[in-house]
């Protein structure tokens, strides 16, 4: 009968956890895949719109990113409240986007010159009239080629607000 | 001798180690949003006169403001944009052979637009205008232009520009030179041909 005695202490087995590194693994590589590390940090607000009529991005190295929006709550102080301009990591007025653009173009491959796309990040919130001054300086640039940065949704319940 | 055997390395930590990479990779990165409205702005302007364009092949969509819409200058809910936009670019009243239009399907109005090729919406805004609302036109005038590409390129490849697009895309860097991706790029331009995206904004005023 002494056989039998073990299996007659009340304790739970305990749980087996050696799987769990690789439940943990996998969230790592998703995170790790799906995610990109951003280059700037943000001081601007910068909650995008939607929009169903979107396309792919192209390569990242062909992108060069501009922030519109009112400063974030840390930089209320120094800028104000109204729109204004991120390039690279700093507010800087309108004037800087096209030496900001000739540097960024300047510095990427031959190839890739006639390809870079501007990505306008705007703030939904922001009006119009700053980003037709970056459209007007973009010109002057010949920076042509533009994307209104924005998530894939309906547009129409962005305006319900 | 009895063969021993090698001792187990202790993986209790593994989970730890991971949780540790996962929680830095968590907090570090952020999804960045990588699709938008790809849109061309025109070269400067030089000071020549803009060639002349009939009154009725224009398009005029206005937001002022306060976010209203005045489509050809009648009051529009935004919702009723793309369906105004794709009846004007279908139009197809061109008569003469210069103009005529063979795969429209609109009504013909004399009154609109001659072709599709000539028909050019104008978007002019205010400077008050909120960003959102001026996206969404934009969305909602391009959607037009979709519209119409995706009808036009089923009726011709049995395919939808949509899904061509995405082909052309995701097509393998290493293959670009076979004949199958120049078919695919010339049916694409094809069809673009057909309703090319003419969408003007205006110079913005002086201030």
């Known amino acids: 009968m002494s056989k039998f005695k073990k299996k007659k202490s009340g304790e739970l087995p305990a749980v087996n956890t050696a799987s769990l590194p690789d439940i943990v693994f996998m969230l790592l590589f998703f995170f790790m895949v799906a995610t990109v590390m951003r280059d700037d940090e943000l001081q601007v607000e910068n909650k995008l719109p939607k929009a169903n009529q979107v396309e792919k991005l192209a390569e990242k190295k062909k992108i060069v990113t501009i922030y519109i929006g009112s400063p974030s709550t840390a930089f209320q102080k120094q800028y104000g409240v109204s729109e204004v301009i991120q390039l690279g990591d700093k507010i800087s007025p309108v004037t800087d986007v096209q030496t900001y653009v000739n540097t960024k173009r300047n510095e990427m491959d031959e190839d890739d010159k006639d390809a870079m796309t501007v990505s306008l990040k705007v703030d939904q919130k922001a009006q119009v009239g700053i980003l037709t001054d970056v459209k007007q300086e973009l010109r002057e640039a010949m920076a042509l080629k533009i994307s209104y940065t924005s998530l894939n949704g309906d547009p129409l319940k962005n305006l319900k607000k | ?207």
Do not use: H
């Open chain 2, 1 to 207: 001798m009895a063969r021993r055997s090698a001792p187990e390395v202790n993986a209790g930590s593994m989970a730890d180690i991971a949780f540790l990479l996962l929680i830095f990779f968590l907090v570090t990165t952020t999804i960045e949003v990588d699709s938008g409205i790809a849109s061309k702005l025109p070269p400067p302007l030089e000071d020549e006169e803009p060639p002349p364009i009939k009154e009725k092949n224009i398009f005029q969509v206005v937001v002022n403001s306060e976010n209203r819409l005045l489509v050809e200058d009648a009051d529009m809910n935004i919702g009723k944009l793309t369906e105004a936009a794709v009846k004007f670019l279908d139009n197809g009243g061109g008569t003469d052979p210069r103009n005529a239009c063979s795969y429209c399907r609109g009504d013909k109005d004399p009154e609109s637009s001659d072709n599709p090729k000539k028909a050019i919406i104008s978007l002019v805004n205010d400077r008050q205008t909120s960003y959102k609302m001026y996206l969404a036109v934009t969305n909602e005038l391009v959607r037009a232009y979709a519209i119409l590409r995706d009808r036009e390129s089923k009726r011709l490849y049995n395919e939808t520009y949509e899904s061509m697009m995405d082909r052309l895309n995701n097509w393998p860097a290493t293959e670009t030179d076979t004949p199958e991706y120049e078919e695919l790029e010339d049916r694409i331009d094809k069809v673009r041909d057909l309703f090319p995206r003419n969408l003007s904004e205006a110079e913005p005023q002086k201030r």
